[in-house]
């Protein structure tokens, strides 16, 4: 590059006084206003330490390593639905844990997928709310990551392929009815979603639609559900695919008009969601802990007032133990697309 | 064709009069009038008035005001730490990069030239790649967005300053050497009070493009306003997105104004321009402001959580099963052609646009305003975002992923012209109008002639910045080497990774090398 102010050049004579007072080339006449400045210079470097708290490693609130925080479960999640929801939920969830399990508890927010299953790989996340496909990146990422729980909805969990009723795309009869998509403008939610992407792309290419077929040459990536739901409302994309979790909500509270979206197909059921924690949390917090933690979120129940508002935030009736060979289709598929190497 | 002596070719003598020549970049708003008609799909006109129509009606709830403030001094801090350690490293490295140094000190300049070829490798990758590659090396932590824009930036100070010294007269050094002194103290002297306005007046300039930097690095994922603001947008709440975009517009237009008045209060050059400043006389000022400025760092610093020690501990890479033979197979042809063309694009409509812009509003007091006020959106809005909010009503692609691009840098490059013609003096100007000339040919030619040169200088090095900026609208689709960048963050493939870093690098570097010989072409003629 280089900068392109024209050639700059400044002529001897007017080099600032300041300056030539200050070059070993003349004696040092210090004015008055000079020496002061040089005084009160001198006494802001001095003075500096002393106006600086100490600093303390507890300043950065993501420090990599475990070790650094021996103590604190950090929680996480991957940032599939809107911020507000998830500030809402995970405060209330670490309470829970905290109080049941007798560690502090503190939820730290990440606003990326790939972002979410690296700290994890670090081990600057303990325990870490993923997708089906997130989940397995991450578990390849940290042998020996244990998969906890996932929800009731989660064994057999669906996606639903939408559309804007103004772009005459009907509902189809089977999964070969995929192809209408083709030429249509079609948005996934994010890149790593497995509702959202990985699964819906699987049924897609079975149908015999490439990514290449849609309206620009590719697909968009929304990057959340909802998002998805409000751009084919709008008509900005002409279907979309959402998880039906999201869909359902969105439909009860209001604020999809079945006027303007419709679905037109419901995928297969797959295995999704999941708590992965980290391998080593018996050794940091004593043996055990790893059950425990999968038991405190099997027990809690619609019965308490407390955890019926955790289980309601998740979407679920409740939560199931799970296990890594659960995820093992998810693999496959994740490796045909090449989400997963 | 028969070849015809130099003189007589007959492009030698139809060479586009000076004035014409800052318009000619405007041609491609024809080509593209006549492609544009096919990526409108109109679908989401809807969504564009509510997003119009939000910026009256922003949100004022209290708990999004105060994480909206919480982002922004996560922003600014970043921006400015960032800034201060750029421009730290970038002293030293351009000073250890000048030729003029080397020959003084050690009799040789090799190394400078060495130093400099190693210095364009930083230089090349754009600090977003920097961003994601830190946060894969060293985790999550807010030292992270600090360095993505120090690394860099760090680099292009050099370059800047580097050439600042070789450019300077060497006449002083050669005196004070001559008389006996050391080469140290010699430097010192000759070079670095001449060193300094240049300096400063670069260092204002850097401070501003920080903090877009930040807000930029924040879009994806790095922490501050940049990610309310992506977060909003796809969530669709327009009303919470005003909010913080006010804000981050009203902390950008006093940052500017604030490197303004510093600028011409302690009289450094203008950044292109005919009017070259005089040497700054407020030196003790100067100075002060510095010494304030380094508490004020260190508590930001502490405030953001910066842990240097941290940095050191690289932690497991995700594992590396590399499949070259698959790398090789990408269509790597076909995506460094559609950069390319995105960038020629996106610098032709940018370049082009200001000026016509700037003529067209001419008759009217308010036109300059009004502009003004698009120009601060355009610099403020980073470039993605303006791509998915486009994405509303055209398809994805190519188109689409240049406009939000020359969008942000019309931003950039209009203001710049602007505050060219104001210090180019307006006798030509006021002699034309008082000749009966219309306020725009008057401008045209009293003002854009003189000025047209440096301009479109200043636009080819802009150009060198689109390219690398392409990388940041991937999220657009079907845009070159951004898509599958993102594609490959997300499948976390190192192999595919590596490879586009390392073209990435290529294509800037060779963009710059073109862009630096058309540019002295133009301040030659």
């Known amino acids: ?341 | 064709m028969t070849p015809l002596a130099p003189a007589q070719h007959p492009w030698s003598q139809r060479r586009p009069a000076a004035p014409l020549l800052i318009l000619l970049p405007a041609l491609v708003l024809l080509p593209l009038a006549a492609v544009l008609p096919a990526v409108v799909h109109g679908g989401g006109w809807e969504l564009i008035g509510q997003f119009a129509f939000a910026a009256i009606t922003p949100s004022g709830d209290p708990v999004l005001l105060a994480s909206a403030l919480r982002g922004l001094g996560v922003t600014v801090a970043v921006a400015l730490l960032g800034w201060a350690v750029s421009l730290a490293l970038g002293l030293v490295g351009g000073v250890l990069s000048s030729r003029t140094v080397w020959r003084t000190m050690a009799g040789r300049v090799w190394p400078a030239g060495a130093l400099r070829r190693l210095l364009a490798i930083p230089r090349s990758i754009h600090e977003l790649l920097w961003g994601l590659l830190l946060l894969q090396l060293v985790g999550l932590q807010p030292a992270v967005a600090v360095l993505a824009i120090a690394i860099p930036y760090a680099a292009l100070v050099a370059r800047v300053v580097s050439d600042l010294l070789d450019a300077l007269p060497t006449a002083p050094l050669e005196a004070l050497r001559a008389a006996g002194a050391a080469a140290p103290a010699a430097l010192l002297t000759a070079l670095g009070p001449a060193l300094l306005p240049g300096v400063f007046s670069y260092g204002g300039y850097r401070l501003e493009c920080a903090l877009r930097s930040a807000t930029l690095l924040g879009v994806f994922g790095l922490g501050g306003l940049g990610t309310e603001l992506r977060l909003t947008l796809q969530s669709l709440q327009f009303h919470e997105l005003w909010t913080c975009l006010w804000l981050l517009l009203a902390v950008m237009l006093l940052l500017e104004g604030l490197v303004r008045l510093l600028r011409r209060r302690w009289g450094m050059p203008g950044r292109f321009g005919l009017a070259a400043g005089a040497v700054g006389s407020r030196g003790r000022e100067l100075l002060l402001a510095t010494l304030a400025l380094l508490p004020v760092l260190l508590l930001l610093a502490l405030a953001l959580g910066v842990n240097p020690a941290a940095l050191l501990v690289v932690q497991a890479l995700p594992p590396f099963h590399p499949d070259w033979p698959a790398v090789l197979a990408l269509p790597w042809g076909a995506m460094v052609a559609s950069t390319l063309l995105l960038t020629l694009l996106a610098a032709a409509l940018a370049v082009g646009v200001a000026p016509l812009l700037l003529l067209l509003v001419a008759p009217w007091p308010w036109g300059r305003l009004l502009l003004q006020g698009l120009w601060a959106l355009g610099r403020l809005w980073p470039p993605p975002l303006t791509a998915l909010l486009l994405l509303f009503v055209l398809k994805p692609g190519l188109i689409t992923a240049a406009l939000a691009l020359a969008f942000h840098n019309l931003g950039v490059l209009g203001r710049l012209l602007l505050e060219a013609a104001d210090a180019a003096g307006g006798g030509a100007e006021a002699a034309l109008r008082c000749a009966g000339c219309g306020p725009r040919l008057a401008l045209f030619y009293g003002r854009f002639s003189g000025l047209s040169r440096s301009y479109l200088a200043y636009g080819a090095y802009r150009a060198d910045v689109i390219l690398r900026e392409t990388v940041v609208v991937g999220l657009v689709g079907a845009a070159g080497l951004g898509t599958l960048l993102l594609e490959a963050l997300s499948s976390f493939a190192v192999d595919q990774l590596l490879a586009l870093v390392a073209v990435y690098a290529a294509l800037t570097l060779l963009g710059e090398d073109l862009s630096d010989r058309v540019r002295h072409r133009l301040l030659a003629a």
């Open chain 1, 1 to 341: 590059m280089a900068w392109p102010a024209l050639s700059v050049s400044w002529p001897a004579s007017e080099i600032p006084p300041f300056f030539l007072m200050s070059s070993p080339f003349r004696r040092p006449v210090l004015r008055l206003r000079e020496r002061s400045t040089a005084v009160l210079a001198g006494l802001a470097m001095l003075l500096l330490p002393a106006v600086l708290p100490p600093v303390t490693p507890a300043a950065a609130p993501l420090l990599p390593g475990a070790q650094a925080q021996q103590k604190l479960l950090r929680i996480s999640a991957i940032p599939d639905q809107k911020p507000e929801t998830l500030n809402r939920l995970y405060p209330l969830l670490a309470n829970e844990l905290s109080r049941s399990l007798g560690v502090p508890v503190k939820y730290v927010p990440v606003t990326d997928y790939t972002a979410a299953v690296s700290a994890f790989r670090r081990g600057d996340l303990d325990l870490v709310w993923f997708g089906a496909l997130t989940g397995v990146q991450a578990r390849l990422q940290k042998p020996g990551a244990r998969v906890i729980a996932q929800r009731d909805i989660d064994a057999s969990f669906q996606s639903f392929f939408i559309a804007n009723t103004a772009s005459g795309i009907k509902p189809i009869a089977n999964q070969k009815g995929l192809s209408v998509l083709k030429g249509k403008r079609f948005t996934f939610g994010s890149e790593s979603s497995t509702s959202g992407r990985l699964m819906p792309q699987y049924f897609l290419g079975q149908a015999g639609v490439r990514l290449s077929d849609f309206a620009g040459g590719a697909p968009g990536f929304s990057s959340s559900h909802d998002a998805t739901i409000a751009l084919v409302q709008s008509g900005a994309y002409q279907a979309g695919v959402v998880n039906e979790e999201v869909w359902q909500s969105n439909l009860s509270s209001g604020k999809t008009d079945p006027k303007k979206v419709i679905v037109i197909w419901r995928t297969p059921g797959y295995a999704n969601y999941h708590w992965l924690a980290q391998p080593n949390l018996d050794q940091r917090f004593g043996k055990g802990f790893t059950a425990r933690l999968q038991s405190t979120f099997v027990n809690l129940r619609a019965s308490n007032p407390q955890q019926a508002q955790i289980l309601d935030l998740f979407g679920a009736k409740r939560f199931i133990p799970a296990t890594p060979r659960l995820y093992d289709p998810i693999e496959k598929v994740g490796r045909e697309i090449g989400k997963i190497r």
